[in-house]
């Protein structure tokens, strides 16, 4: 499987972006997805950075325009910061990354 490239994005696109790129860089090699590439971003810049980067998804924190991410699967990933429910939320995301990334 090729890198998987994911953006992340919180309100101010440091802590709390950056544990949940690793959290899920962590769960997501236990499901058997080793290589991923995560970008990390202000919420604010959020359509900017996935029209620039075109990640195959995108996780959050932080409220996001969804409405024009339609091309985009997005994630919310609080349990990723609070550890309650991360391993559903990363299943959910390694199923996602197995039925639709390909080489």
Known sequence: MRTV????????GVAT???????CRRLLA?????SVDITECKAIEIV???EMINP???????????????????????EFITGFGAEEVADQI????????KD
């Open 48 to 50: 900017a950075r996935a």
């Open 30 to 34: 236990e499901r058997g997805i080793p």
């Open 17 to 23: 972006s950056t544990v949940a790129a690793e959290t």
């Open 94 to 101: 390694a199923d996602y990354i197995k039925a639709t990334v």
């Open 5 to 12: 490239k994911i953006l992340s994005a919180c309100g101010t």
């Open 56 to 78: 195959d998804l995108i996780i959050h924190t932080a409220e996001v325009p969804l409405d024009k991410l339609k091309d985009y699967k997005c994630f919310r990933v609080l």
